[in-house]
């Protein structure tokens, strides 16, 4: 499959077929078609095996739509983040305004709640923050802006300028409130919850301690 016809970004390497998924879908595209694909976070910023020059090639071709980033354990079936990509064959049709001199970056790595130690789920309102951001920045008549931390639409200049790396954090930058916080305030709290903490274990650790004795007879 060295020579098959999908791969007009470039051959995918053996042993990872990330790159070789989404020139599958756009091969398959009509002209104006679009898609979403889930892949594993290394896909952003990969270079090994030609993978990195793929990405260069279908960001320069216009392909590259929407990038979200996402927390991990959100899967069953695996605990790693993933991210989603969407892309379009025609990023210049009526239907939606213009995007070809930008890639929307949206960093949600930080959303959604822990149902247990190992499940991380989106609700209704992470799923139309999401959205809606999307949406707004795609239609004609949206009302989309920069959120500092969350979402970027940067030019495609920039994006050449971190040498086509995908990842969202590096776009989106740090949120408001990240930037101002009082590090006598912030430092204050951290200590309080680390004494808290110490005093939490020495007290599992008696009470442990405690029941060994009791399962051993001691008592």
Not at 187 to 200: I, R
Request: charged share 25%; aromatic share 10%; proline share 5%.
């Amino acid at each position: 499959m060295r020579n098959d016809g999908r791969w007009q970004y470039g051959v995918p390497p053996e042993g990872n077929a990330n790159f070789g998924w989404m020139q599958h879908f756009i091969y398959h595209l009509s002209p104006s078609g679009q898609a979403g694909v889930v892949l594993s976070k290394g896909a952003l910023t990969s270079k090994s095996s030609g993978e990195g020059e793929i990405r260069k090639a279908m960001v320069e071709a216009g392909l590259i739509d929407c990038i979200v980033n996402l927390p991990p354990k959100l899967f069953l079936n695996t605990q790693i983040p993933a991210s989603l990509w969407f892309m379009s064959r025609n990023r210049a049709n009526g239907k939606f305004r213009d995007r070809r001199d930008a890639i929307l970056f949206i960093d949600a790595r930080h959303m959604g709640f822990l149902v247990d130690r190992k499940t991380r789920e989106f609700n209704d309102a992470d799923i139309a923050t999401i959205t809606d951001t999307y949406h707004n920045w795609r239609n004609p008549k949206g009302t989309y802006a920069d959120v500092p931390g969350f979402c970027c639409a940067a030019p495609l200049s920039r994006v050449k300028e971190l040498d086509y790396v995908l990842t969202p954090g590096r776009y989106v930058g740090l949120a408001d409130e990240e930037d101002d916080f009082v590090f006598a305030e912030r430092f204050a709290k951290l200590q309080a919850e680390f004494v808290a903490q110490l005093k939490e274990e020495a007290e599992l650790n008696s009470a442990i301690l405690k029941n060994l004795k009791s399962v051993k007879g001691d008592e």
